[in-house]
């Protein structure tokens, strides 16, 4: 089966652009109809294999850069050859490769693999209420790997300012559907004797990481468990062994007393967390395995021998 | 109604070209001239220069010129290593003409001189060819997707839409003829609207011109001849030698022959190389890693590339010739024979 990645911000693909994502390492060309419909190409054209994403796009569809074939982003069918006589038409089967796409919450939507998309979206799950930060990036650390470490070391991945991310989790990650759930002590930077002595975590980070697919969401949240900050983000495996990162967040609008530093912070729209992009490999190669463990064998617990084996050519067909 | 006519000649050529791989970067086509270098470029200090990953050192000594695998100070060094491109010598066979250094790539007992590609619009000995018709450009490809790129038509007006023109014109009509060592397109358009860079700097006040473009590309050695005249206006001669540097770069000592043309079109015109190029280069970049293995997914093809899979049919059929041992050049072959006519020269 298949499965849908959230490879873009809403916001990111614009007018007569076309964005280029990539995901599970294949180039994708993002781009709107004139209604605002999203749609998604294989990011090569089938005349003479360019990308199709530096092209307009035209109201008939995407604009190769090359020689202006242009394809239909629903089917994919080339639909205009420019320079033919009007009495001439392009051949039936003459396409693009395509792939459905659909928006939630902010988030663009790519299905890639076998069988019928399914009708929840990844980004179904998260909902913004308050002022939103958002981001995309390219992260050097391989998408595996990224996971994991958002399991055993999120603070290698992102920050919240002033607050101190400890590895001390707060039992062990939970199965949450495909989901693993860890939750680990965190504090305020500069108060009490330190993290190791607190009595009590002023503040818990909560990871969720799938176990398939790329949608991890992480909450600051109070000793009482009231979100402070909520981010989604969505990863995907990118080319060479990076990254693909887009996430939005935000701080939620009347959570439990907030410190002076992060009243100030958001009374001038300074974002609430940080999504490194880049990622420090020494910190990274210290960490020891702990929770991704089982990430691991949860996984390979779950995935059914035909998950497990599909090769890289049938994934890519739709 | 009809569908695009894929059945004509040049539809069926698409068909033999897609059944068979077109995998530019493992075309290494032998027994040929490359033009490595100007000769103006080349003085007493030895230059580095390289051919399908083979290394050609040129210098200059005592008014003799030599193109070597090592360098000078290394020669004698490393001579007892010399290849078979130089029968174990160290030197390539070499010869200047046509203000280029043609070095030999191949078998160096069938250099003939004679294989030198003519160009008829060149002084031969390559005296008074201006250094401003002279400009050296890199591309980031195989160099058989850069010549694929020079005798596409229609791309010119997507990707150089702005330095080009658009093509509304009256009639354009191509031809295509071959042999089994060269490629020849030759385009006749009727009153197209004149080029930009022909209008702001050419001197061309008439709003619409003629041109006929002739391209006659030699096959084993990528050099691309090219006869672009315009009516009214003046021919735009040209020369590109796409000399392969390894399978996925290439390097051109461009002539552009604008010395006929007014000023200051004549000394702006070649830098025109500067506009182009990374255009160009910014498909052939992303095409090159594209075209590393042979694929099912071939490439579709239009009727305005039957000259393009003319190219790639004939370069698969000359590496299959090569394979089997046979480097010759056939009857039909004769690089040095005259192709004024062929380019529609003028007087
Ligand atoms: S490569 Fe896309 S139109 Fe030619
Ligand atoms: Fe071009």
């Given at each position: 089966?298949?499965?849908?990645?959230?490879?873009?911000?809403?916001?990111?693909?614009?007018?007569?652009?076309?964005?280029?994502?990539?995901?599970?390492?294949?180039?994708?060309?993002?781009?709107?109809?004139?209604?605002?419909?999203?749609?998604?190409?294989?990011?090569?054209?089938?005349?003479?294999?360019?990308?199709?994403?530096?092209?307009?796009?035209?109201?008939?569809?995407?604009?190769?850069?090359?020689?202006?074939?242009?394809?239909?982003?629903a089917?994919?069918?080339?639909?205009?050859?420019?320079?033919?006589?009007?009495?001439?038409?392009?051949?039936?089967?003459?396409?693009?490769?395509?792939?459905?796409?659909?928006?939630?919450?902010?988030?663009?939507?790519?299905?890639?693999?076998?069988?019928?998309?399914?009708?929840?979206?990844?980004?179904?799950?998260?909902?913004?209420?308050?002022?939103?930060?958002?981001?995309?990036?390219?992260?050097?650390?391989?998408?595996?790997?990224?996971?994991?470490?958002?399991?055993?070391?999120?603070?290698?991945?992102?920050?919240?300012?002033?607050?101190?991310?400890?590895?001390f989790?707060?039992?062990?990650?939970?199965?949450?559907?495909?989901?693993?759930?860890?939750?680990?002590?965190?504090?305020?930077?500069?108060?009490?004797?330190?993290?190791?002595?607190?009595?009590?975590?002023?503040?818990?980070?909560?990871?969720?990481?799938?176990?398939?697919?790329?949608?991890?969401?992480?909450?600051?949240?109070?000793?009482?468990?009231?979100?402070?900050?909520?981010?989604?983000?969505?990863?995907?495996?990118?080319?060479?062994?990076?990254?693909?990162?887009?996430?939005?967040?935000?701080?939620?609008?009347?959570?439990?007393?907030l410190?002076?530093?992060?009243?100030?912070a958001?009374?001038?729209?300074?974002?609430?967390?940080?999504?490194?992009?880049?990622?420090?490999?020494?910190?990274?190669?210290?960490?020891?395995?702990?929770?991704?463990?089982?990430?691991?064998?949860?996984?390979?617990?779950?995935?059914t021998?035909?998950?497990?084996?599909?090769?890289v050519?049938?994934?890519?067909?739709? | 109604m009809?569908?695009?006519?894929?059945?004509?000649?040049?539809?069926?050529?698409?068909?033999?070209?897609?059944?068979?791989?077109?995998?530019?970067?493992?075309?290494?086509l032998?027994?040929?001239?490359?033009?490595?270098?100007?000769?103006?470029?080349i003085?007493?200090?030895?230059?580095?220069?390289?051919?399908?990953?083979?290394?050609?050192?040129?210098?200059?000594?005592?008014?003799?010129?030599?193109?070597?695998?090592?360098?000078?100070?290394?020669?004698?060094?490393?001579?007892?290593?010399?290849?078979?491109?130089t029968?174990?010598?160290?030197?390539?066979?070499?010869?200047?003409?046509?203000?280029?250094?043609?070095?030999?790539?191949?078998?160096?007992?069938?250099?003939?001189?004679?294989?030198?590609?003519?160009?008829?619009?060149?002084?031969p000995?390559?005296?008074?060819?201006?250094?401003?018709?002279?400009?050296?450009?890199?591309?980031?490809?195989?160099?058989?997707?850069?010549?694929?790129?020079?005798?596409?038509?229609?791309?010119?007006?997507?990707?150089?839409?702005?330095?080009?023109?658009?093509?509304?014109?009256?009639?354009?009509?191509?031809?295509?003829?071959?042999?089994?060592?060269?490629?020849?397109?030759?385009?006749?358009?009727?009153?197209?609207?004149?080029?930009?860079?022909?209008?702001?700097?050419?001197?061309?006040?008439?709003?619409?011109?003629?041109?006929?473009?002739?391209?006659?590309?030699?096959?084993?050695?990528?050099?691309?001849?090219?006869?672009?005249?315009?009516?009214?206006?003046?021919?735009?001669?040209?020369?590109?030698?796409?000399?392969?540097?390894?399978?996925?770069?290439?390097?051109?000592?461009?002539?552009?022959?604008?010395?006929?043309?007014?000023a200051?079109?004549?000394?702006?015109?070649?830098?025109?190389?500067?506009?182009?190029?990374?255009q160009?280069?910014?498909?052939?970049?992303?095409?090159?890693?594209?075209?590393?293995?042979?694929?099912e997914?071939?490439?579709?093809?239009?009727?305005?590339?039957?000259?393009?899979?003319?190219?790639?049919?004939?370069?698969?059929?000359?590496?299959?010739?090569?394979?089997?041992?046979?480097?010759?050049?056939?009857?039909?072959?004769?690089?040095?024979?005259?192709?004024?006519?062929?380019?529609?020269?003028?007087?």
């Open positions: 089966m298949g499965r849908w990645w959230a490879v873009a911000l809403s916001e990111a693909v614009q007018g007569d652009k076309a964005l280029a994502v990539t995901c599970e390492g294949e180039q994708l060309a993002v781009f709107r109809d004139g209604r605002g419909a999203v749609f998604a190409l294989e990011d090569r054209c089938p005349h003479r294999r360019v990308p199709l994403s530096p092209g307009p796009v035209k109201p008939a569809g995407l604009q190769c850069p090359y020689h202006g074939w242009t394809f239909d982003g089917t994919g069918l080339c639909n205009d050859i420019p320079n033919l006589r009007r009495d001439e038409r392009v051949p039936a089967r003459y396409a693009a490769r395509v792939f459905p796409a659909s928006e939630a919450n902010g988030f663009i939507h790519v299905w890639r693999g076998k069988g019928t998309p399914a009708a929840e979206l990844p980004g179904a799950s998260y909902r913004a209420a308050g002022r939103e930060h958002t981001g995309s990036a390219v992260a050097n650390i391989a998408f595996e790997q990224y996971l994991d470490v958002m399991l055993d070391g999120p603070e290698c991945l992102l920050s919240f300012p002033s607050v101190h991310i400890t590895d989790f707060l039992g062990d990650a939970r199965r949450d559907g495909g989901h693993l759930v860890l939750d680990r002590g965190a504090v305020w930077k500069g108060k009490g004797n330190g993290p190791a002595f607190v009595r009590d975590h002023s503040l818990w980070v909560r990871t969720r990481v799938p176990l398939t697919g790329g949608d991890i969401r992480v909450e600051l949240l109070s000793a009482d468990e009231d979100p402070l900050v909520t981010i989604f983000i969505a990863a995907s495996e990118n080319r060479r062994g990076t990254t693909s990162l887009v996430w939005r967040g935000f701080l939620h609008t009347a959570p439990a007393p410190s002076w530093r992060w009243r100030m958001r009374a001038i729209g300074r974002a609430p967390f940080a999504i490194f992009p880049h990622i420090d490999g020494a910190a990274v190669a210290a960490l020891e395995v702990a929770p991704s463990r089982d990430r691991r064998l949860a996984k390979t617990d779950a995935s021998p035909a998950e497990r084996v599909v090769p050519q049938e994934r890519c067909a739709v | 009809s569908e695009v006519p894929m059945m004509d000649a040049a539809g069926r050529e698409a068909e033999v070209t897609s059944k068979r791989d077109w995998v530019p970067i493992n075309l290494d032998r027994d040929t001239w490359f033009p490595v270098a100007y000769s103006a470029d003085g007493e200090r030895a230059v580095r220069r390289i051919v399908h990953a083979q290394d050609v050192y040129l210098w200059r000594d005592g008014g003799r010129l030599y193109a070597a695998e090592f360098r000078p100070d290394r020669l004698e060094a490393m001579r007892a290593g010399a290849s078979t491109f029968n174990g010598s160290g030197f390539y066979p070499a010869v200047e003409r046509y203000g280029y250094i043609w070095a030999w790539y191949g078998n160096p007992d069938n250099a003939h001189e004679e294989l030198i590609p003519n160009i008829p619009f060149l002084p000995d390559g005296q008074g060819i201006p250094r401003y018709t002279q400009r050296a450009v890199r591309f980031d490809a195989a160099s058989p997707l850069s010549v694929e790129n020079l005798i596409d038509l229609t791309h010119a007006d997507f990707l150089h839409a702005n330095a080009i023109g658009d093509s509304q014109s009256e009639n354009d009509v191509v031809e295509v003829h071959s042999t089994s060592e060269t490629v020849t397109r030759i385009r006749n358009v009727t009153r197209k609207s004149v080029a930009p860079v022909m209008r702001w700097i050419g001197g061309v006040r008439a709003q619409y011109q003629d041109l006929r473009a002739v391209l006659h590309v030699h096959l084993r050695n990528n050099v691309c001849i090219s006869y672009p005249n315009f009516t009214p206006g003046y021919p735009i001669p040209n020369v590109q030698p796409f000399v392969p540097v390894g399978k996925h770069r290439s390097r051109v000592d461009q002539t552009n022959y604008t010395v006929h043309a007014p200051p079109f004549r000394w702006l015109m070649p830098r025109i190389s500067y506009v182009i190029q990374p160009d280069n910014s498909v052939l970049r992303p095409q090159n890693a594209r075209y590393f293995e042979s694929t997914r071939r490439d579709l093809s239009s009727r305005f590339d039957g000259p393009g899979n003319r190219y790639r049919l004939l370069m698969v059929r000359l590496a299959e010739r090569q394979q089997r041992g046979d480097f010759g050049y056939g009857a039909d072959a004769d690089p040095s024979a005259d192709i004024s006519a062929v380019l529609g020269m003028r007087g």
